[in-house]
């Protein structure tokens, strides 16, 4: 016999997600566009589930849904160029956060193109390029680990963050 | 023959680390001071390096230097409170960053004593308590995932971050 989901235990479910994703809201996060380019396609994505992990070796980690558009060519091409917001640039994460075609988000943004590695995004703070040596699933999401393998460092002083469903800067 | 270390790749690796710690100084991120309390004794952290991963089931992931002087308690427990700092609380930080005495930096805060949890921190933006439910040892550090059981949210409206090497407030 298939089991079946309770009533209770799936209301109970949607409460806590629901309690979560208003409390995550209160969790103030710099924003990021983590771009990727390869055999598996050129892909892009906003992020703000990013963080440093170690200098030893320098690597970052970034929690990508496996349901999102760019999860398929970023796992296949297994880099990534993630690229930190400065202040001002929150149309780029809009349009990188939204349901816009993969193509359009490419377009509308100047892009330092640079061979063999993922687009780096003009203006950005800084745009790290990374390998992904190590990936664990969590529930509906991947966190990526990405061990760093060049830093265009643009000294922008300044961060855009996402706080309370809205963006500031910093 | 043992595997020496020649000089010069140690000194890139130096030069990775440096050009990487300043690049990080500029991802701005949310202060959290991280407790404990159970069998392996009770402990806190200030950490950063905390993000949501996924909403089935709530779970956030915290970075922990496996040097730390709470390592040894927060796992072992594997169980913890994440308390995310409001505007103003920059000195709970600097006492659970720092090296000062796990008894002290307990004494000087005010805290909300639960049987059976780690202490929530007063005036905290929000506690969640969690079970460590996995772990995944990158370099210097462990990636900690929290599953949430119990969320207290205070309504703060307002965020400690750390960017630039200083304390900012939202």
């Not at 990188?96 to 943004?109: I, Q």
């Amino acid at each position: 016999m298939p089991t079946e989901l309770s009533p209770a235990p799936l209301a109970e479910a949607i409460t806590a997600q629901h309690t979560f994703r208003n409390a995550m809201a209160q969790l103030a996060a710099a924003v990021h566009v983590v771009t990727t380019d390869g055999r598996g396609g050129k892909a892009g994505f906003a992020a703000s589930a990013v963080c440093s992990v170690t200098d030893s070796p320098p690597t970052l980690l970034v929690c990508l849904n496996r349901g999102s558009s760019a999860w398929q060519a970023t796992t296949e091409n297994a880099r990534v160029c993630i690229n930190t917001l400065s202040a001002g640039q929150q149309a780029v994460s809009a349009l990188f956060g939204g349901k816009t075609a993969m193509t359009e988000r490419f377009a509308g943004v100047e892009w330092l193109e640079r061979a063999g590695k993922a687009p780096a995004l003009a203006g950005a703070a800084m745009s790290i390029d990374c390998r992904i040596v190590n990936a664990t699933t969590v529930g509906s999401h991947d966190v990526l680990f990405c061990e760093v393998d060049e830093i265009i460092d643009n000294q922008a002083g300044s961060s855009l963050l996402y706080f309370n469903r809205q963006y500031h800067s910093l």
